[in-house]
Nanobody
Framework: QLVASGGGLVQAGGSLRLSCAAS?????MGWFRQAPGKEREFVAA????????YYTDSVKGRFTISRDNAKNTVYLQMNSLKPEDTAVYYC?????????????????WGQGTLVTVSS
């Protein structure tokens, strides 16, 4: 089970931190997002150990994915937010140790949390 939280309304240039708490064993995890009228897209992923991360180009340098395995929780720190970051953000778990960048590689999904960035 994955429980995502931390979304909200923020002005452009602001910051938010999303959290995703997982139950069970620790695996690679990722964040995806889906804007209205668009397909779900990959945002960031982190390996089980946390030593490997990967980002889509549009968020590099602004977003940081991290994890606390003692709490079985993954975070997405989002800085310098832009209106085009507005979307429902989903955390996902891949039953493997290494990251994936495609939604089909992930086995479990959280409920989504809405991020709205106003201009």
């Amino acid at each position: 089970q994955l429980v995502a939280s931390g979304g909200g309304l923020v002005q452009a240039g602001g910051s938010l931190r999303l959290s995703c708490a997982a139950s069970g064993r620790t695996y690679a995890m990722g964040w995806f997002r889906q804007a209205p009228g668009k397909e779900r897209e990959f945002v960031a992923a982190i390996s089980r150990s946390g030593d490997t991360t990967y980002y889509t180009d549009s968020v590099k340098g602004r977003f940081t994915i991290s994890r606390d395995n003692a709490k079985n929780t993954v975070y997405l720190q989002m800085n310098s937010l832009k209106p085009e970051d507005t979307a429902v953000y989903y955390c996902a778990l891949r039953t493997a140790y290494y990251i994936g960048t495609h939604s089909k590689e992930y086995d479990y999904w959280g409920q989504g949390t809405l991020v709205t960035v106003s201009s």
